[in-house]
């Protein structure tokens, strides 16, 4: 059984497993308001390429990295907004590109077209240097 992704990160009790093997993992949010899916393929170690796919308004993530990490996120279709610390917001729209430690994590995102479909890299810092040879 492979989860880099849940070895590396606390997700949070609102979200499931549906799928776990070696090159994938798959990951159910749901609540009272929608639901959504965020579907990690492993592409090397340390690097995970995620499919999310959101049809809701909202939700609340209890996400906390557990290691150094970064985030490449491209929004394909609908809009996220997201606050990292007092008053600094994120807001990705179609098109929108961003790059992100996850030092300050949201606790909440909203969704205002009621969906969001984004690619997300994932990287591990210290399991992707070590892949690549870099430390």
Request: hydrophobic share 35%; with cysteine.
């Amino acid at each position: 059984m492979y989860i880099s992704m849940e070895n590396n990160l606390h997700c949070g009790q609102n979200i499931a497993v549906l799928k776990n093997d070696r090159d994938c993992t798959v990951y159910k949010i749901q609540d009272s308001a929608g639901e959504g899916t965020m579907t990690c393929y492993r592409v090397l170690p340390g690097i995970e390429l995620v499919y999310n796919d959101f049809h809701m308004p909202c939700c609340i993530s209890e996400f906390k990295p557990r290691v150094e990490m970064l985030t490449i996120d491209h929004c394909r279709e609908g809009r996220i907004e997201w606050e990292f610390v007092k008053d600094t917001y994120t807001y990705l729209q179609q098109g929108d590109l961003q790059i992100n430690s996850k030092e300050h994590h949201a606790i909440g995102f909203s969704f205002p077209l009621n969906h969001y479909h984004g690619i997300t890299v994932a990287v591990y810092i210290e399991e992707a240097s070590k892949a690549l040879g870099i430390l």
